[in-house]
C-alpha cells in the first residue's frame, strides 16, 4: 500500500524537512544536525521504496539508498504521489536526440525547494550584501516557465535584490549586451554593489563581448559574481582559472568574490565552492583539478558523495561517479547519481567532468532497466 500526500507521516516529513533547511544556515551543533539528516534521509528512503517500487528492486540489487542515475528521470515516473497532482514541473534542457528530464514537485515540495534555494543565496550569495542589484544571465521566469534555473535566480532577485536596479538581461534573442552594459553603469553611478548570477557560457559570451568592444567595469566594493554549471552540451569550455581571471579582468570583482555553483533540474538545492581554509594541508596532486574548479562544500541538507566506479562504494579521496543526497526534495527519490565526475578530496568535491557514454555504467540506467525490465526507446 503507497503512502497518500494527505498522510500525517507526509505531513511530518514536510515539518522536519522545513527545519532542518532553516536550522541549517544558522547556528546549530553540526553533529545535532547531522544526526537529524540521517533519520530523516532513512524516512525519505522508505517513502520511495513504498511509492516506487522500482527503486525498492534497484536497491536490492545495488544497496539501499543508492543514487537513482538521472537518465531514470527523463520519463517523468519518479513522482511519489498519484493523489497529488503536480503544482510545478521542471524539465532539462535536453540534448540532441535525448528524452528530457522531469521534475515534479508538489506544494509542499515547491515549498521546500524555495527555502533551500533561499537559504543557500542568503549563506553563499548575499553575506554583507544589502538590496544588491541583482543582475541575471538567465530568461524572466515567464519566458522560461520550466528552467528551474530562470525560476531559482528570479526568486532571489525579488527577495534579496533592490527592486529598481535588478533585472533579467535575457531576451527572445538572448543575452542583451546593451542591457546588460546600461545595468552595469547604472550600478557603478549609484555605487550599488551588484550580484551578477547566471549560466557559465553566458559569462564567457559576455566576457568575450566586452572584450572585442574594449569594455569593462569595476563594479562597487562587495560585488559579487555567481556561474552556474559549467558548458555541458557546449562546443568549446573556458577553466574556471580563466573565467575567474575574466571577471576581474572585465567586471572588477576579485577572484575571492566569484562562486561557482552546481545544480541539477532533479535536485532542489544546490552545492557551492567550499570556503577557502588557509590552515588546510595542500591538496595532493590527484586531488587538484587542472582547470582549477574548486571542490563544493557538502552541509546536513545537500551532502557530494563520490562513488568508486567499479564498485559503487563510497570514497573520500580521487576520482569517482558523483552522487548528491538532497534532503530538500520530497516528491521523488532525493539521492541523485548525477552522471557527473566527482573528485573527491579534504575540502569538498570538485565536479570535474561529465560521465561520457562508454564510461556511463549504472548512470545511463533508465527507470525500466532500475526495474528490471528492457529499457523502451
Known amino acids: 500500500m503507497t503512502i497518500s500526500y494527505a498522510d500525517p507521516f507526509v505531513g511530518q516529513l514536510f515539518e522536519r524537512m522545513g527545519a532542518l533547511i532553516e536550522a541549517d544556515n544558522g547556528e546549530d551543533d553540526d553533529d545535532e544536525l547531522e544526526g537529524s539528516a540521517i533519520t530523516l534521509a532513512a524516512d525519505l528512503d522508505e517513502l520511495a521504496r513504498v511509492n516506487l517500487p522500482e527503486i525498492g528492486r534497484y536497491w536490492a540489487r545495488t544497496r539501499l539508498g543508492q543514487g537513482l ?11 511519489l504521489f498519484a493523489d497529488e497532482p503536480p503544482a510545478r514541473t521542471f524539465r532539462t534542457s535536453g ?18 525547494m524555495r527555502a533551500s534555494i533561499l537559504a543557500g543565496a542568503r549563506r553563499f550569495m548575499l553575506p554583507g550584501l544589502t538590496r544588491p542589484a ?21 526568486l532571489i532577485a525579488s527577495s534579496f535584490g533592490d527592486p529598481g536596479t535588478s ?18 553603469d547604472h550600478a557603478v553611478a549609484e555605487e550599488r554593489p551588484v550580484l551578477m548570477i547566471g549560466g557559465s557560457f553566458a559569462f564567457v559570451h559576455a566576457c568575450e563581448a566586452f572584450e572585442a568592444r574594449g569594455q569593462s567595469w569595476r563594479l562597487p566594493a562587495g560585488s559579487r559574481i555567481v556561474d552556474a554549471g559549467g558548458f555541458k552540451g557546449r562546443s ?11 571577471f576581474e579582468r572585465y567586471f572588477g570583482v576579485p577572484q575571492t568574490q566569484c562562486v561557482n555553483l552546481f545544480g541539477m533540474t532533479e535536485l532542489a538545492s544546490q552545492l557551492y565552492d567550499a570556503a577557502p581554509n588557509d590552515e588546510a594541508e595542500p591538496l595532493s596532486y590527484d586531488e587538484v583539478d587542472p582547470e582549477g574548479r574548486r571542490p563544493k562544500g557538502g552541509r546536513a541538507t545537500i551532502r557530494p558523495i563520490v562513488r568508486d566506479a567499479s564498485t559503487m562504494a563510497p570514497i573520500s579521496r580521487g576520482r569517482g561517479l558523483l552522487e548528491v543526497r538532497d534532503l530538500a526534495i520530497l516528491d521523488r527519490p532525493h539521492v541523485v547519481l548525477t552522471g557527473d565526475w566527482g573528485l573527491a578530496s579534504k575540502r569538498g568535491v570538485a565536479v570535474v567532468g561529465r560521465v561520457t557514454r562508454g564510461e556511463r555504467r ?16
Open 167 to 184: 533585472a533579467s538581461v535575457v531576451g527572445s534573442s538572448g543575452l542583451d549586451l546593451k542591457v546588460l552594459s546600461s545595468r552595469l
Open 69 to 79: 542515475p538521472d537518465a531514470a528521470f527523463r520519463q517523468g515516473r519518479t513522482y
Open 362 to 377: 549504472g548512470c545511463s540506467l533508465t527507470l525500466d532497466a532500475l526495474a528490471g525490465k528492457e529499457a523502451r526507446a
Open 95 to 112: 540534448t540532441s536526440g535525448a528524452a528530457r528530464g522531469v521534475a515534479h514537485y508538489s506544494r509542499r515540495g515547491l515549498e521546500l
Open 134 to 154: 541583482v543582475i541575471r544571465l538567465v530568461p524572466e521566469e515567464t519566458a522560461a516557465p520550466d528552467m528551474v534555473m530562470a525560476h531559482g535566480m528570479e
Open 236 to 246: 568549446r569550455s573556458v577553466g574556471a582559472s580563466q573565467l575567474h581571471q575574466w
